[in-house]
T-cell receptor, first 114, second 115 residues
Framework: SQKIEQNSEALNIQEGKTATLTCNYT??????LQWYRQDPGRGPVFLLL?????KEKRKERLKVTFDTTLKQSLFHITASQPADSATYLC?????????????FGKGTKLSVIP | GAVVSQHPSRVICKSGTSVKIECRSL??????MFWYRQFPKKSLMLMAT?????????EQGVEKDKFLINHASLTLSTLTVTSAHPEDSSFYIC???????????FGDGTRLSIL
């Protein structure tokens, strides 16, 4: 069965450092991958989308890589700030039937310590 | 742009009550909307895909008679939890897609508590 794993439930990092979150998947051939941020009691907020034929995407302090051979995506936040503290979700979009449906990982709760 | 509004944000009601949740795309038309359920420290679980003008597609294990979905216009989808029971208590979130294989934009969720 399809499986998505985000490396850890929680990640603590010092302010100013680069946070790296991992998303691994098995039994899946996604057409694209998305990263979302979710704050407590709120809906997810879209951050970045990367397609299967793209290796890397950047947006301000955020960078996403997508390795379809390793079946892995890395999400980086450079110069992290306490305001970056949140749960980050990766989501895979299948290229099969219902291609616009997303499957989410459980998320990694990032805490940036001042 | 791409704002999705969900209402109400919180509902507390007695067992046996039916509860309606609205999801609106405020600044774009959404042919397709999605309904998710999220338990604490768990991932979002897709319940159903709502298509404007047609019947919703439910995921395996989701009772369509229990969770009624209506997508009557390009900007509004509703989820009605019928005869709700305590086990239906959860965080329900809707989303809308601006186009196929485009990011989904989420509402802020509805915290449903059934006493």
């Amino acid at each position: 069965s399809q499986k998505i794993e985000q490396n850890s439930e929680a990640l603590n990092i010092q302010e100013g450092k680069t946070a790296t979150l991992t998303c691994n998947y098995t039994n899946y051939s996604p057409a694209y991958l998305q990263w979302y941020r979710q704050d407590p009691g709120r809906g997810p907020v879209f951050l970045l989308l990367i397609r299967e034929n793209e290796k890397e995407k950047r947006k301000e302090r955020l960078k996403v890589t997508f390795d379809t051979t390793l079946k892995q995506s890395l999400f980086h936040i450079t110069a992290s700030q306490p305001a970056d503290s949140a749960t980050y979700l990766c989501a895979l979009g299948d290229s099969g039937a219902g291609s616009y449906q997303l499957t989410f990982g459980k998320g990694t709760k990032l805490s940036v310590i001042p | 742009g791409a704002v999705v509004s969900q209402h109400p944000s919180r509902v507390i009601c007695k067992s046996g009550t039916s509860v309606k949740i609205e999801c609106r795309s405020l600044d774009f038309q959404a042919t397709t909307m999605f309904w998710y359920r999220q338990f604490p420290k768990k991932s979002l679980m897709l319940m159903a895909t709502s298509n404007e003008g047609s019947k919703a597609t439910y995921e395996q294990g989701v009772e369509k008679d229990k969770f009624l979905i209506n997508h009557a216009s390009l900007t509004l989808s509703t989820l009605t939890v019928t005869s709700a029971h305590p086990e239906d208590s959860s965080f329900y979130i809707c989303s809308a897609e601006t186009g196929t294989n485009q990011p989904q934009h989420f509402g802020d969720g509805t915290r449903l508590s059934i006493l």
